[in-house]
DNA sequence: CATGAATGAGGATTCATTCAT
DNA sequence: TATGAATGAATCCTCATTCAT
């Protein structure tokens, strides 16, 4: 007989990975991919080194990983409260709004995601643009909605949606730099609703 | 006797040192501060290892060297363009669009740039915020202007100066993904301006 | 209650066993003692890791183990169909030709015996010489027995035995190799036999 | 300027590729290929770790550099020897003998040399089968010119080749184990002369 | 001024072994 | 009796740095 049951011992697996995992982005958002150390990951988790390569190929599988978690994670969150507005205008206020609120609330996970977005490995970058595309095509759907409707005068959505994201990102990336929390989400959210003609 | 005289030495090292700069932009583009090999950036200047010991104190210092070098570039670059107009509106209009340039026309040094300020270091961030500080204020200059003026519409110039070097950086950072020129200057300079109240 | 009886359980352990030798013929054979790997030896015999640790010490003891079981096998069948012949002559040709035809239907474990004999670690050969003395003897007392009757010439019958011997396990390393099955074992026979003066 | 002249560094170079092979030859004919420790092949030739990685890509590139030289060294220390006779059944007492005087002079080659042929490792057996060529095509020149004169009997001339080669590592392996010389060149070389018809 | 052989700290990875159930 | 997650010692390999010429 084997020492836990299936699910039991499906239940303690799963842990122990999401375990690795939330180090390893502490880990890598700390070190970068090159500096991260797998010992530190894995000791920070509670466990040996080996444990690691118990549950991912290596280094490089656990970074792909993490990228799959932090989209999975980012994409839901945002969706989640765009998802409880009706009007374009308000869905971007909330999108802009979710987007501080997720890097404050993993800064880590962010920090990983936005040095890769800006890294300079093609691999990495090409695998985390792919798990983002359902974000993207959020902004893009809310573009269209709002050009639609009216609330924003008539821009290329794409090119538009595209360069929302940057700006996201962009302002993110500044949230966690100790100190110079100069951008608020609502200046923001302003800034790129006057900009899609939007005026409050 | 001397092989060459005072000046012609000089020249000549200040030359190499131009070369070696000049790989360690390439190398530190492609493959990250961590990836990179010194052995690389010297053989690709036409010199031995070593040579880059003759004229740095080390990788570290090197990649200091570079920050500099790069900013002053940069900084040099935009602020001759910009300065070869008064119109606030048009000013900004140019800031756009000599970024994109730079970026065509140094993608490794953009590259490394923005590598940097997105990474994970907190050194060389702060090394390289530093030396972008005149490009900052620059930005900051155009806005009060604007604003004095009533190009623009009221709005806190230093937190806008942030947001247009994000969206600036973010832009730029798109350009030189094989293929994916999405976004272009103007559009880029359009949506600013709109946003800053200054309809065209 | 037990679950089963003595006498059930002592066989099925007695089957667990000689399932884990067979495989660990397999894996010594195709990747060496060094590159052997304990995970795959169990999971080839059906059994998970741990279980080889219940039957023997460990990885150099289960070495052994299988030893012990291949000489015991491989004497026992050469013994048995020389011991079909009277004639010295005979009883050499049913040698090579029963050598020959171990390694066909052993090729695993003959691999494993000829990697070790001719192998770095002394340990491994000293035990399985040992084991093998019994067929040294055979070949040994074939020899005394046709010098004795006049059917081979006068040699030094260990020597000599030690020469046979090496030849037989020379061929025989020959044998699996693919497609070069270059020396029968009637060449081969038929040249120890010249050697010894017995022509046909 | 350089260091040392081109012709002093070729020179510095090659003695350190020769110590390390050296070295290399102990240490693998001690511990077989998986056993052996780099730093350790280093250290004994006098340098550190990384010397080796300076001229050879790795393990795996210096064992097969080892084989090279092996066989080169071997082969021409053969073929010496046995063309300094005319006769066939000299030649072969030559080909035996200087065998086992290699064997005496170079054991850790000769080591290295047996436990690949015999071992595991397919892709190392073919490139040490393939560097050995010449000594098999001098082998059967020999059996072929002999059996020509009139001096052996007829005998297949490639499958006694191989035999003899057999014979030959076989004995040869016999010759270094601690205490074991049970087996003379002399009447190895005779056993083989006689099996050939050869009678002295 | 430039060279490049030598160095050795550092880190990813492997896998035999343990042991609680 | 069998299991398999966890362990961590062991080792290959990389590459920034040194320094004698």
Do not use: C
Not at 184 to 192: D, L, M, N, P, T
Request: hydrophobic fraction near 45%; glycine fraction near 8%; proline fraction near 2%.
């Amino acid at each position: 007989v084997a020492r836990h049951t299936k699910a039991e011992r499906d239940e303690i697996m799963a842990e122990t990975r999401q375990a690795l995992l939330r180090s390893a982005a502490q880990e890598f958002a700390r070190h970068g991919y090159a500096g991260a150390k797998i010992d530190r990951i894995s000791t920070a988790a509670g466990f040996a080194k080996g444990t690691v390569y118990n549950y991912f190929e290596g280094k490089q599988a656990l970074m792909l990983a993490l990228f799959d978690e932090i989209a999975a994670t980012h994409v839901d969150f945002v969706a989640r409260q765009v998802g409880g507005e009706e009007d374009p205008a308000r869905q971007l206020e909330r999108f802009f709004a979710s987007g501080f609120e997720f890097v404050e609330h993993h800064p880590a996970q962010a920090r990983v995601m936005l040095n890769t977005i800006y890294g300079h490995d093609a691999a990495f970058k090409a695998h985390i643009f792919a798990a983002y595309q359902p974000m993207f095509q959020l902004v893009s759907r809310i573009i269209r909605a709002g050009t639609r409707e009216g609330v924003f005068r008539l821009v290329d959505p794409d090119a538009t949606a595209m360069l929302l994201m940057t700006i996201y990102l962009g302002a993110a990336s500044q949230v966690e730099g100790a100190g110079m929390h100069w951008l608020k989400h609502a200046q923001v959210a302003e800034f790129a609703l006057y900009a899609l003609g939007s005026r409050q």
